[in-house]
């Protein structure tokens, strides 16, 4: 058998595996390599025409020069040409008598800022100077803002107030009542804090029978207004707490922040329990303490708000005992009065009836007597009656020599009819 053999495959790169029994293809020359570039490095960037630097590189230098050069720090100014962009970021200007710069406060970083500063206002800010790439300005990125005095918690206070007050979260007539004696109080407080062991001693001391339900979370610091808010939010869904309270030890205005937070009103405002505040010492006044149905100067004053103590719940009892054995005996005496004034009544009715009865029946018997014969024969008439008892009322009923009674008003006459005159003159 004789057939033609198939070419050899070449090798390398001359190896075509879709080319069947083709014929090899052969490759192209490979191009020479372009020339290297020159380069004049005698020369730094821009120094001339040929190693000019773009804008781009040019505002990104200056960017890393300028937030090299300068740490983060604090400045003082007046707040001039505020505006609170669309997206959530302010834009405004720090001046002085004789310079200003631009400022930004990003949106993220607006939490750590009670209010918005108003123009005029007096502030120092903390922040790193930078250079906005995009339109090559220099500008401070503020992440802190602090008013002169307490200008901007004041403010964020008061912004804060008018929106409950709008909203009637403030009105004396929606604060509910306390239990006079709870069985199950929750304390929504910091676990690691000494007003959970004030709250516990005095609770203890007080009503050694209540039941305490610690809910922990933070009281101060990034957070702190999320985590309340949620411990809110499990003690509404467990639904068995009778007292609700919330708060913290003393610490410095700015650890007792958290509980002016609208959102941390707001849920204590919707909270489904009586809730008790206690933020801080006698002088501090918080939102919360607003909102809440009861405010404690202090977390063991709130524990004696929320508890009874044995004492006061003996005297309770006492005071009970007392009002139920007068209303007992005043009832006694109310139903012993209303017996007599029943049997009064009684009797003048008695004989209201009995006289109204005898004066009919002695009407009835005056008919009767008038209609009676024997009042007839009082008033001088006479019955003569036969024999049998029958009754002689015609004269042709009387016979000669026919015995006869007549019966008068005082008994019965005997009697015989003898002839008249007229009957011997026939």
């Given at each position: 058998?004789?057939?033609?053999?198939?070419?050899?495959?070449?090798?390398?790169?001359?190896?075509?595996?879709?080319?069947?029994?083709?014929?090899?293809?052969?490759?192209?020359?490979?191009?020479?390599?372009?020339?290297?570039?020159?380069?004049?490095?005698?020369?730094?960037?821009?120094?001339?025409?040929?190693?000019?630097?773009?804008?781009?590189?040019?505002?990104?230098?200056?960017?890393?020069?300028?937030?090299g050069a300068f740490i983060p720090l604090w400045v003082r100014g007046e707040v001039t040409d505020f505006k609170a962009h669309r997206n959530g970021h302010w834009y405004f200007a720090l001046r002085d008598r004789r310079a200003q710069i631009r400022c930004?406060?990003?949106?993220?970083?607006?939490?750590?800022?009670?209010?918005?500063?108003?123009?005029?206002?007096?502030?120092?800010?903390?922040?790193?100077?930078?250079?906005?790439?995009?339109?090559?300005?220099?500008?401070?990125?503020?992440?802190?803002?602090?008013?002169?005095?307490?200008?901007?918690?004041?403010?964020?206070?008061?912004?804060?107030?008018?929106?409950?007050?709008?909203?009637?979260?403030?009105?004396?007539?929606?604060?509910?009542?306390?239990?006079?004696?709870?069985?199950?109080?929750?304390?929504?407080?910091?676990?690691?804090?000494?007003?959970?062991?004030?709250?516990?001693?005095?609770?203890?001391?007080?009503?050694?029978?209540?039941?305490?339900?610690?809910?922990?979370?933070?009281?101060?610091?990034?957070?702190?207004?999320?985590?309340?808010?949620?411990?809110?939010?499990?003690?509404?869904?467990?639904?068995?707490?009778?007292?609700?309270?919330?708060?913290?030890?003393?610490?410095?205005?700015?650890?007792?922040?958290?509980?002016?937070?609208?959102?941390?009103?707001?849920?204590?405002?919707?909270?489904?329990?009586?809730?008790?505040?206690?933020?801080?010492?006698?002088?501090?006044?918080?939102?919360?303490?607003?909102?809440?149905?009861?405010?404690?100067?202090?977390?063991?004053?709130?524990?004696?708000?929320?508890?009874?103590?044995?004492?006061?719940?003996?005297?309770?009892?006492?005071?009970?005992?007392?009002?139920?054995?007068?209303?007992?005996?005043?009832?006694?005496?109310?139903?012993?009065?209303?017996?007599?004034?029943?049997?009064?009544?009684?009797?003048?009715?008695?004989?209201?009836?009995?006289?109204?009865?005898?004066?009919?029946?002695?009407?009835?018997?005056?008919?009767?007597?008038?209609?009676?014969?024997?009042?007839?024969?009082?008033?001088?008439?006479?019955?003569?009656?036969?024999?049998?008892?029958?009754?002689?009322?015609?004269?042709?009923?009387?016979?000669?020599?026919?015995?006869?009674?007549?019966?008068?008003?005082?008994?019965?006459?005997?009697?015989?009819?003898?002839?008249?005159?007229?009957?011997?003159?026939?």
């Amino acid at each position: 058998m004789s057939g033609r053999r198939a070419p050899r495959r070449a090798r390398g790169s001359e190896l075509d595996l879709f080319a069947g029994d083709a014929e090899p293809q052969r490759l192209a020359p490979p191009r020479p390599p372009p020339p290297p570039e020159v380069v004049d490095t005698s020369a730094y960037p821009g120094e001339t025409a040929q190693s000019a630097v773009t804008v781009s590189t040019l505002t990104e230098t200056a960017r890393e020069v300028v937030e090299g050069a300068f740490i983060p720090l604090w400045v003082r100014g007046e707040v001039t040409d505020f505006k609170a962009h669309r997206n959530g970021h302010w834009y405004f200007a720090l001046r002085d008598r004789r310079a200003q710069i631009r400022c930004v406060v990003w949106s993220r970083d607006r939490r750590g800022i009670p209010a918005p500063p108003d123009d005029g206002m007096q502030v120092a800010a903390f922040g790193r100077l930078t250079v906005y790439p995009t339109r090559g300005e220099m500008q401070f990125a503020i992440t802190r803002l602090e008013a002169e005095g307490d200008g901007l918690r004041r403010k964020a206070l008061e912004i804060t107030r008018a929106r409950l007050e709008k909203d009637g979260l403030l009105a004396p007539e929606r604060k509910r009542r306390l239990p006079r004696f709870p069985r199950v109080i929750a304390v929504i407080t910091s676990p690691d804090g000494a007003a959970l062991h004030d709250i516990v001693a005095v609770a203890r001391r007080r009503s050694a029978n209540v039941r305490i339900v610690v809910v922990p979370a933070k009281v101060q610091g990034d957070g702190a207004p999320q985590e309340l808010c949620r411990a809110i939010a499990r003690v509404n869904r467990w639904g068995r707490a009778d007292v609700v309270i919330i708060g913290r030890g003393g610490g410095a205005r700015e650890d007792l922040w958290a509980f002016n937070d609208e959102r941390v009103a707001r849920a204590v405002a919707a909270c489904t329990a009586p809730t008790i505040s206690a933020v801080g010492h006698e002088i501090d006044i918080s939102i919360c303490d607003l909102v809440a149905d009861h405010r404690a100067p202090t977390p063991s004053a709130a524990a004696e708000t929320a508890t009874a103590a044995r004492d006061d719940l003996r005297r309770e009892l006492r005071k009970v005992s007392m009002r139920i054995g007068g209303a007992a005996r005043a009832l006694m005496r109310t139903r012993a009065d209303d017996l007599r004034h029943s049997a009064r009544d009684l009797t003048s009715t008695s004989v209201d009836q009995i006289s109204r009865r005898r004066g009919a029946l002695q009407e009835v018997a005056g008919r009767l007597h008038a209609l009676s014969p024997v009042a007839t024969l009082a008033r001088g008439y006479a019955v003569a009656r036969d024999a049998d008892g029958g009754t002689l009322s015609e004269r042709a009923s009387f016979r000669d020599g026919m015995p006869f009674d007549l019966i008068v008003r005082d008994g019965v006459v005997p009697a015989r009819v003898r002839p008249s005159s007229e009957d011997d003159g026939k």
